[in-house]
Structures are given as C-alpha cells and as structure tokens.
C-alpha cells in the first residue's frame, strides 16, 4: 500500500497558532524541565546531560538561527546548574562537552532540514502550478453546466497524475471529457496534457462530436511516437476516454467511450449506466477497422452525469473487496432523491467513500467528475 510522505506545510501549520510559530515552545519546555528535574533529584543521579536532547529537538523543529540560540542556553544552562551542586556531585566535564558537541551539531543538521523542506515546498508549487495548467480551473456554470471535480493523485508528493478532465463550450454545444492515461509519472502527466489541448482546440472548431474524437485519436498516435523517438517511450502508451456532447436539445447527449468505464446517470428516478459501447482506448485505433460510434442517449434535465476514472471502481479495502459505487449511489438517490444528483454532493459523497472504504489508501490516481445542465 501506498504510504504518503511527511508534508512540511501541514507540519508548519500545526506549529502555527493565531498565525505565529509556536515551533520554539517544545525545546523551551525542555530546556526548563531538565534544571529543574535535575534539582529535585539527588546527588547521585544527574539529569543535567540530557540538556544535549534540547538543540536537537529545536534542530527537528525550528529554524538555524532559533536551534543555535537553544544550543547556546542548554550550555549555559547546563553550566549553572552543575556549579550548583556540590563538588563530589558534580557530572563534570565529559557531560559539559557532550551537551556542547550536541548544540554544535544540531546547528548544521537543522541547516539540511530547513534546506530540504525548502526544497520539498519549492517542488510542491512546480506541481500545483503543472495541476493548474494541465487541469485548468472551471468556472461556476461555464459552458452553461454546473460541474464539480476532485482528483486525487496516486503520488501524493506530486499532486498531479495521468487522469484528466474539461469542458470546452463552443459553437456546436458544449463538450465534455474526462479519461485516464495508462501508466503514472511524469509520461502520463505529458500524454494528459497532449490530449487535453487537442480537445480544447477540436471541441471549439469541430461540429461532429466524432471529429473531437478522430482529433484525439491522431493527437495520441503523434504523441506515441514521439516518445518513441525521443527514447522516452517506457511501455506502450494510451488513455481510456468519454467524450460527452451536450447539444441543444434538453433531453439527450451525445456519447463516444474511448474503452472507459461508462458514466453514470444520476436522478430523483435513481441510478442507471450508460452503454459502454464499444470503442478501444485512444492511441490503439489502428487495431480496429472503424472509430467508436456516437451514441445519443436519454438525459432529463435533473439528471447528472457522473464519470470516474478507475481509481474509483478498483479502490479495494483491507480485505481486497472493491468500492460499491453503484450500492453507494443508489442508498444515496433513496435518502434524499431531490439533492443526490447535485454535482457537489455527489462528488463529495463518492471522494469521502473511496477514502473511507480504502482507508486512505489510493493504488491509482481518482477522478471524480460530476456535470448537469445548469439551472436543473
């Protein structure tokens, strides 16, 4: 199972109160403690070393100038208090040079730390930034649907994987696209993005919703090759699609399924997939005499169309059963089938599942997107 690696931001901000870092409290306690201790204790058992313990707390929390500074007390503090005590009590100058080579120790090893975390936030805003142009922000009701989208990437130092979605309005209705790209890293990141600025352009420009998928189908044979030339191609690379056409007629949209699991359709009448049809994913159409059908199916104007990646659908549990969707949804429509299809609720309702029925686990990078027709 995927564990996720320390985040020093959240780290940061649990060590913030009222927007001030509280990071100095727990080395200072420290630094108080021990004299104190070491004072109620007897003569022949010393606590004082354990002075040395307060710059490398400081170094594992605070900054270089802040660990020095405690470095700099423990020894004072360490000095006071053994001058305290009577001769023959005295831990004498072994300890006092242990408690010294602590603080100057700790001083370069918070150097490093702050370094890497410095390092680690740096690579963290290259990654929301490569998020935000590769999955670009929507807007509330752009190209007349109300949307909702989570995605949560399998690598979760990167923040970003090889799922996509958009919607790209335009003169012939608005489009809509969600898939997944096979494989993960930084290949599937770069396929993702190919696909989704071919889709952007062929949406706006194209009337046939066949022609958007003909246009993506070319976009990922380019992309596949030059991979391949380059000698970036690790595996054969494609991406599992559904393109959605949403025209102007109110109660149907077009559908071609690029070989990805079929969305569902979401209402106050319950739950129901659409046809999976019978379409290979995107980069393998040279396998295959004719290009998927567009198929038109049903859609009322209350129903939302609810499309995943396979992160969603093989999330497994501790004993290795994969997420009900499906049985989710449909308890979900019986609570309350007036507010079950709202976008948000929905997505929020499959995101919190996945998360609970994984414990947090993700193998895959998941995508939850839910659309309907504004104003439903």
């Avoid at 603080?103 to 490569?130: K, N, Q, Y």
């Avoid at 959605?244 to 949209?253: D, K, L, P, W």
Wanted: glycine letters at 10%.
């Amino acid at each position: 199972m995927r564990r996720h690696a320390p985040d020093p931001a959240e780290r940061q901000r649990v060590l913030r109160a009222r927007g001030h870092s509280v990071a100095w409290v727990p080395p200072l306690v420290l630094l108080l403690a021990i004299p104190l201790s070491d004072w109620s204790t007897e003569g022949n058992f010393r606590v004082i070393s354990w002075l040395v313990l307060v710059p490398g707390i400081a170094a594992a929390l605070c900054g270089v100038v802040t660990t020095a500074a405690f470095g700099v007390l423990a020894v004072c503090a360490y000095a006071v208090s053994d001058a305290a005590w009577p001769h023959e009590y005295q831990a004498g100058l072994p300890d006092f040079i242990l408690v010294v080579l602590g603080g100057v120790l700790s001083v370069p090893a918070c150097a490093v730390r702050v370094r890497d975390e410095r390092r680690m936030l740096h690579m963290r805003d290259i990654a929301e930034t490569t998020r935000r142009t590769v999955l670009r922000p929507l807007p509330p009701g752009w190209g007349g649907l109300d949307h909702a989208a989570v995605q949560l990437a399998a690598d979760s130092t990167a923040r970003v994987g090889g799922d996509f979605y958009d919607i790209q309005p335009g003169p012939y209705g608005t489009r809509v696209l969600t898939g997944d790209v096979q494989g993960k890293g930084l290949g599937a990141v770069e396929a993702a993005a190919a696909l989704l600025g071919t889709f952007r352009e062929a949406a706006h420009r194209e009337e046939p919703l066949a022609a958007v998928g003909e246009r993506l189908e070319q976009r990922m044979q380019r992309h596949v090759r030059y991979r391949t030339a380059v000698g970036r191609q690790n595996g054969y690379r494609f991406a599992t699609a559904v393109l959605v056409g949403f025209t102007r007629a109110a109660t149907t949209v077009e559908v071609v399924n690029f070989g990805h699991e079929p969305p569902l359709v979401v209402g106050s009448g319950g739950v129901r997939a659409l046809p999976a049809g019978s379409g290979v994913p995107l980069g393998l159409g040279e396998l295959v005499d004719e290009p998927p059908p567009v198929l038109v199916v049903p859609l009322a104007p209350d129903e939302t169309l609810l499309l995943v990646t396979d992160g969603v659908t093989e999330a497994r549990d501790g004993d290795g059963r994969f997420f009900p969707l499906r049985d989710r949804l449909v308890r979900a429509v019986a609570d309350d089938p007036v507010t079950a299809a709202d976008p948000r609720r929905l997505v929020t309702l499959v995101r919190d599942g996945v998360l609970e029925h994984s414990g947090g686990h993700l193998d895959d990078d998941t995508t939850i997107f839910a659309v309907r027709r504004a104003g439903s």
